[in-house]
């Protein structure tokens, strides 16, 4: 099994920044994938960010494109995501994904997920 923890959320005001963490942990596992989502209130779960464990360029949705940035440290197999200049719309609680092998398995884990609030 394979354990994704996230972390780093909180409340900050318009254009502030936050850096959020995910580390992964476990017995021997492969890292293909990492990504984050968030979900606001009464909406649906969204794609954020992504980074292939063995490079090539991040991935990002448009809207946070130029303000997010998502980096990775293999060795301490986590994740990261640098948000500037934060909007209130960015608001909402942020999952990291993980699409990961143990064995001959390849599945998606979840991290618990962490609060963003922005303020206007």
Do not use: H
């Not at 440290?73 to 909402?92: F, R």
């Amino acid at each position: 099994q394979v354990q994704l923890v996230d972390s780093g959320g909180g409340l900050v005001q318009a254009g502030g920044s936050l850096r959020l963490s995910c580390a992964a942990s476990g017995r021997t596992f492969t890292i293909y994938v990492m990504r984050w989502f968030r979900q606001a209130p009464g909406k649906e779960r969204e794609f954020v960010a992504a980074i292939n464990w063995s490079g090539g360029s991040p991935y990002y949705r448009d809207s946070v494109k130029g303000r997010f940035t998502i980096s990775r440290d293999n060795a301490k197999n986590t994740v990261y995501l640098q948000m500037d200049s934060l909007k209130p719309e960015d608001t909402a609680v942020y999952y990291c994904n993980g699409q990961i092998q143990i064995g001959g398995t390849t599945l998606d884990y979840w991290g618990q997920g962490t609060q963003v609030t922005v303020s206007s």
